[in-house]
C-alpha cells in the first residue's frame, strides 16, 4: 500500500474506534442508570417487605433459599463493575460524544414540546395584549459556499415565527435566487469578513433587539416570542440568550444543550453564549459594533457586552429556541481557538486583571489567574479518628507532593485511640513544624471539628480537607489557591476520582436527588460531559467540603460551618449557600485533580441514631434553604433531578 492508502486506511479505523467508544461510553451510562434503578427497588420499603415475608415463608416450609433473581443480578453487577474498572483505567484519550440519545430526544420532544393549534393561540392572545413589541433583527452573513436548500430553510424558520415584529437581512452575495419582502432584506456586499458583514448589516437593521444566524441553522417558531415575552417581564435586560441543538444532515434534532443560567468562569471556558444571542440594539450601539475575530466575532462581542450590561447578567431561556446544523458529532463551542484566546486577552486587559489564557481539550479555553510574588499561608484541616493508613496517604500528598510551598497542617484528632496512629502523631509534629495535631474528644461533628481547626489556624486561606484523599498532580493547591484569591468567588472546589478513575466529584447541583448530589458521579475520568462540562472551569452552587478552599475572611463572613444543626451531612452545601447568599459565586476546577476514598472512614448512616441524625439534617436543608433547593441555576430544568447524569427530566421542570 502507498503512503496515502496507509494514511486514508488508519483515519479510517480512527474514525471506526472514535465510533466504537462513542457507543461504549453510551452503554456505560445506561448500565449506570438501570444499576441505579435496580438499587433503588431493593432499597424500597415495597422490596423489603416481601422479602422479609419470602424468608419467613421459606422457614416455615423448612426449604433451604435458593438464587435469587437479585443473586443473580449482583453477580451480573459485580462483573460488569470489575470490566468497568479495567476499561476506565485503559481509557485515555477523551472523545465527546452526545449525552442524550437521538431517538429518546426526539420522543421527549415529542411528548413535551409539541406546539399545538391552542398553544399557538394563546401566544398570539398573549402578543395582543403586550404594551412594547420590540422589533427582532436577524443579521445573516453570507459565506463564499453556501447550500441554497439549507439556506431556504433557515429563512423559512423565520418566516414561521409566532411572533410577527422581525426583519432578516441577507449580507453578501445577494444573486441568490430569494425572494425580497419587507421583512427580508438583501444587502450587497464583496467582502466575506465576516465582522464588516454584521457591521454592514447592523448600519441597515431597524430594530430594537440584534441577533446573529448562519445560513444553515433554524429557529424554532416560537423563538421570537420567547425572546419578546421576556423583554415584557425585564425592563433593563440587554442581553438574551436560550438552550440549542443540532440538526443533523437529514435535519433531525440531536444533541441538546442544556445551558446553565449566567456562569461567568464557564464563559471563560467555552462560548456557550454561541447562537441565539440577542442584543439591545442601545448596547451593540455603544459598543461600537462587531470587531475581527474570525469565527468569534459573537463571543467578543457578547464579552464586551458583559462588561457594559445594566442589569446584573445575561439572561438564560431555557428552551431550546435554535437549531444548529453540523455534518459530524464532535462539536464544540470555540471553531477557532486562537482568535478565542485573543479576545479573551482583550476581556481580561480591560478589567485589568493578569492571567494566562491556553487552550485545553476540545479546543475550550482554560484562564490561569496569576498568583501573588509573597505567596499566603494556606492552612488545611484534617478532621480525622485513626484509619492511619488513609491519613498517611492524605498527608503523605500535602507535605511532599505538593508544590505550593507555603502551607500548615492543622490534624483535628477526634478522639484516635489505635498506638500507632498516637505514635504518628508525635513523629509527624517533632519532624515537621508545619504540622499541629489538636486533640477533639467528643462524638464526631465534622462542622465543629473544622471550626475549632480554623479557629487554630494562621493562614489567610482555609482548606478543609478529608483525611480519605491522595494527590495526583502536584500543582493542584496553586490552581485553587489562585481561584481563591480572586475577590468575587467564595469557595473553590477540585475534581475528584475514585480509586477505579472515575468522577466522585465534578460540582454539587443542589435539589438532586431531594437534597443535593454531585455531578457526573461514578462516569469515567475521561467522559467529556454534558458539551465538555466535565472538563472546564466554572461555577456551581456548591462542592464538596472534602477538597474545599476560601478566604479566611470569608469564611467569618459567613459564620463558619453550622455545627449545631448539620454536624454530619449537608454542612458543606449549606456553607456554599451561605456564601452564594453574601454575593459571592462558588467555582469548580477540573485543574485541581486528587484522589478521594469516600467516606471510608466514617461508615454509612445505618443506625437509629444516625437516621434521626440524618432527618434533623434534611429537615433544617428544606427549612432554611427551600427555595434554593428547588431551583439550582447553574442546572437545566429540562434535566434530571433523579440521577447525576445530566440525562432528560420527566417532566421538565417549569412548564406552562
Known sequence: MSERELQAENEKLRHQLRSQQQEINQLLQWTQSLQRDINDVYQSVTWNIGDFVAKIILKLLRRPPSPTARDHIERLNLNVARWKDYYFKN????VYFPSHDMQEYQAWLQQYFIISDAAVARMQQAIAGWKQHPKISVLLPLPLEINEIYLQQAIDSVSRQIYPEWEILLIG?????????PQIRKIATDSVNRAEQLNLGLQQTTGDWIICFEAADQFAPQAFYALAKAIQANENIQLIYSDHDYLDATGTR?????????????????????????????????????????????????????????ATVPLHLSEVLYHHRKADQTQTLILNPQTACAALTAHFQRQQQTVQISTIVGGHTRIHYALPEELPLVSLIIPTRDKLSLL????????HKTDYPNIELIIMDNGSIETATLAYFANLVQQDARVRVIRHD??????????????????????????????IHEAWLSEMVSHALR???????????????TLQHAGVIVGLGGMAGHGFKHLPKAFAGDHWRAHLTQNYTAV??????MRRTVFDEVGGLNAKDLKVAFNDVDLCLKIRQHGYRIVWTPHAQLYHFESISRGSDNTPRKYLRLRHE??????????????????????????????????PRGLE
Not at 173 to 181: M, S
Not at 392 to 399: K, R
Not at 544 to 549: E, F, H, K, Q, S
Open 91 to 94: 481509557l485515555s484519550e477523551t
Open 173 to 181: 452575495n445577494t444573486a441568490l435566487k430569494i425572494g425580497e419582502t
Open 254 to 310: 440531536y444533541d441538546p444543550y442544556f445551558k446553565s443560567d449566567w456562569n461567568p468562569d464557564l464563559f471563560h471556558a467555552q462560548n456557550y453564549l454561541r447562537f441565539f444571542t440577542a442584543y439591545s440594539r442601545e448596547l451593540i450601539d455603544k459598543l461600537g459594533g462587531f470587531q475581527d475575530y474570525p469565527e468569534n466575532e459573537e463571543y467578543d462581542l457578547s464579552l464586551r457586552c458583559v462588561e457594559n450590561l445594566k
Open 392 to 399: 498517611e496517604q492524605t498527608v503523605e500528598g500535602l507535605l
Open 442 to 471: 467528643a462524638p464526631f461533628n465534622y462542622s465543629e471539628l473544622n471550626n475549632l481547626g480554623v479557629a487554630q489556624s494562621r493562614g489567610k486561606i482555609i482548606g478543609l480537607i478529608n483525611n480519605d484523599l491522595a494527590v
Open 487 to 501: 475577590p468575587e468567588i467564595g469557595a473553590v472546589g477540585a475534581k475528584l476520582l475514585y480509586p477505579n478513575e
Open 544 to 549: 464538596t467540603g472534602a477538597c474545599l478552599l
Open 618 to 651: 434534611l429537615n433544617y436543608m428544606a427549612d432554611t434553604w427551600g427555595k434554593e433547593l428547588a431551583r439550582d441555576p447553574y442546572y437545566n430544568p429540562n434535566l434530571t433531578l433523579q440521577y447525576e447524569d445530566f440525562s432528560l427530566a420527566y417532566p
